[in-house]
């Protein structure tokens, strides 16, 4: 029976492919495997017993993951699957910011005792005129899930899309539409584009990458929307370059102290991934990641081990073993494994910069005694028996 602990509220519809072997638990030190949103869990004390831990959607800015490598926890997230979510709501920021529909919408408030109210609207439109998005040019900084459909998106709706993204994956280029001017130099962005809209992970390197430098090359009147993180962007040189006439609107998913209520800004509760639809995948993704990671030793989607597949295990037996990338630690396994009068019939070994996996299937079971001997090698984070 394995126990699982939500940090989060997650989606039923993914809780319920959990079978009778599954139990939740309310109380994270019995659980075995996390699930967890945006839950902040850099100052949890992780239990001794955990062994994965899910984030159901994309940032994993939330989650230590290089403490949990060390204690063997392999952290999963759901790419893309909360990505459409995301798209729809960047585009309407681009809406809000460019026409004033709020404010439009405030003054039908105001007005909903004035009987005169539909003559009176003809009247006060005028003061609620905008933009519209054809023709105008946006740059989308970092095409992943999310960036590549904003991009092919605003193309569909008459803009000029300027696409910024050094680390580009094979599939995400794939889906690119062709019509995405690809851009080499995010200062061509920051110089040429009306919108600009940021959809990177927040890293060391990606902190307060728009900053009092980057509004200095942008054009007059520029939107810049941040559906990523807030600390992507120095949000006090942001509130000067609005002050400034520089930036037009800062429209944010992330309130906090800086933002919330200040000129310019159109600030949201971080809505992006809170659709339905969203929180379904992201939930169905999360959960068959962790059980085939309990059930097989499989890993999809981790963000701190490599991915290995080995289906299911038809051998007598099957260990996994979370180790240091480190050389010549696989021929130990081999040795006490053969010390021990076990064949290996078959095995995978993965690395992922400092850290590595290894899955072997076997043609009997493992003792407690070779477990221990295996657990006990240098560089071994943890050894798990799953048949
Ligand atoms: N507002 C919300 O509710 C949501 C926010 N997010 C945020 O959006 C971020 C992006 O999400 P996805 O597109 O799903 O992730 P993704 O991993 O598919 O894409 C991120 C892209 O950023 C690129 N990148 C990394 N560093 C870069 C740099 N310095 N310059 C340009 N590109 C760079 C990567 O190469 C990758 O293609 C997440 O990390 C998360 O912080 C994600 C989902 C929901
Ligand atoms: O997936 C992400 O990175 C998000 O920001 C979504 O966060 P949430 O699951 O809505 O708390």
Same mark, same amino acid.
């Given at each position: 029976?394995? %126990?699982?602990?939500?940090?989060?509220?997650?989606?039923?519809?993914?809780?319920?492919?959990? @079978?009778?072997?599954? %139990? *939740?638990?309310?109380?994270?030190?019995?659980? %075995?495997?996390?699930?967890?949103?945006?839950?902040?869990?850099? !100052?949890?004390?992780?239990?001794?017993?955990?062994?994965?831990?899910?984030?159901?959607?994309?940032?994993?800015?939330?989650?230590?993951?290089?403490?949990?490598?060390?204690?063997? $926890?392999?952290?999963?997230?759901?790419?893309?699957?909360?990505?459409?979510?995301?798209?729809?709501?960047?585009?309407?920021?681009?809406?809000?910011?460019?026409?004033?529909?709020?404010?439009?919408?405030?003054?039908?408030?105001?007005?909903?005792?004035? #009987?005169?109210?539909?003559?009176?609207?003809?009247?006060?439109?005028?003061?609620?005129?905008?933009?519209?998005?054809?023709?105008? *040019? =946006?740059?989308? $900084?970092?095409?992943?899930?999310?960036?590549?459909?904003?991009?092919?998106?605003? @193309?569909?709706?008459?803009? #000029?899309?300027?696409?910024?993204?050094?680390?580009?994956?094979?599939?995400?280029?794939?889906?690119?539409?062709?019509?995405?001017?690809?851009?080499?130099?995010?200062?061509?962005?920051?110089?040429?584009?009306?919108?600009?809209?940021?959809?990177?992970?927040?890293?060391?390197?990606?902190?307060?990458?728009?900053?009092?430098?980057?509004?200095?090359?942008?054009? &007059?009147?520029?939107?810049?929307?941040?559906?990523?993180? &807030?600390?992507?962007?120095?949000? #006090?040189?942001?509130?000067?370059?609005?002050?400034?006439?520089?930036?037009? *609107?800062?429209?944010?998913?992330?309130?906090?102290?800086?933002?919330?209520?200040?000129?310019?800004?159109?600030?949201?509760?971080?809505?992006?991934?809170?659709?339905? #639809?969203?929180?379904?995948?992201?939930?169905?993704?999360?959960?068959?990641?962790?059980?085939?990671?309990?059930?097989?030793?499989? $890993?999809?989607? /981790?963000?701190?081990?490599?991915?290995?597949?080995?289906?299911?295990?038809? %051998?007598?037996?099957?260990?996994?073993?979370?180790?240091?990338?480190?050389?010549?630690?696989?021929?130990?396994?081999?040795?006490?494994?053969?010390?021990? &009068?076990?064949?290996?019939?078959?095995?995978?070994?993965?690395?992922?910069? !400092?850290?590595?996996?290894?899955?072997?299937?076997?043609? /009997?079971?493992?003792?407690?005694? $070779?477990?221990?001997? =295996?657990?006990?090698? !240098?560089?071994?984070?943890?050894?798990?028996?799953?048949?």
């Amino acid at each position: 029976m394995y %126990q699982y602990h939500c940090l989060n509220p997650i989606a039923e519809v993914g809780l319920d492919l959990f @079978t009778e072997d599954y %139990q *939740k638990t309310e109380e994270l030190n019995d659980a %075995q495997a996390v699930l967890v949103r945006s839950a902040a869990m850099h !100052d949890l004390e992780l239990p001794e017993g955990l062994e994965a831990i899910a984030r159901a959607g994309a940032g994993v800015n939330n989650i230590p993951l290089e403490k949990c490598a060390d204690k063997g $926890i392999v952290v999963f997230n759901t790419p893309g699957a909360n990505a459409n979510g995301v798209k729809e709501l960047v585009f309407a920021g681009m809406l809000l910011a460019s026409r004033d529909i709020v404010g439009g919408i405030d003054w039908v408030l105001e007005n909903k005792d004035n #009987e005169n109210v539909k003559k009176d609207a003809e009247k006060a439109k005028k003061a609620f005129a905008g933009n519209e998005l054809a023709g105008k *040019k =946006l740059g989308v $900084i970092g095409l992943g899930a999310i960036g590549v459909r904003v991009a092919n998106a605003a @193309t569909h709706l008459g803009m #000029e899309v300027y696409g910024y993204d050094p680390f580009i994956s094979v599939n995400a280029a794939w889906n690119l539409s062709r019509n995405v001017k690809h851009i080499n130099s995010v200062e061509e962005i920051y110089s040429a584009c009306d919108f600009i809209t940021i959809h990177v992970p927040l890293l060391d390197d990606t902190k307060k990458m728009l900053n009092k430098e980057a509004f200095a090359q942008m054009k &007059d009147g520029v939107v810049v929307l941040n559906f990523a993180r &807030d600390l992507l962007v120095d949000e #006090e040189a942001i509130l000067t370059a609005i002050e400034e006439g520089k930036v037009k *609107k800062y429209v944010t998913d992330f309130p906090n102290t800086i933002t919330a209520g200040k000129k310019g800004c159109i600030v949201t509760p971080h809505l992006g991934a809170s659709t339905q #639809e969203s929180e379904d995948n992201c939930a169905v993704m999360a959960v068959k990641e962790i059980k085939d990671y309990l059930e097989n030793g499989n $890993i999809r989607n /981790s963000v701190n081990f490599p991915n290995c597949n080995m289906g299911a295990c038809t %051998q007598a037996g099957r260990i996994a073993i979370l180790h240091k990338n480190k050389k010549g630690i696989i021929g130990k396994f081999s040795n006490i494994l053969g010390d021990g &009068d076990i064949n290996i019939t078959d095995m995978t070994n993965k690395s992922r910069g !400092d850290y590595a996996y290894s899955l072997l299937d076997l043609e /009997s079971n493992v003792t407690e005694e $070779i477990v221990g001997q =295996l657990a006990a090698l !240098d560089g071994v984070l943890k050894v798990r028996v799953i048949k």
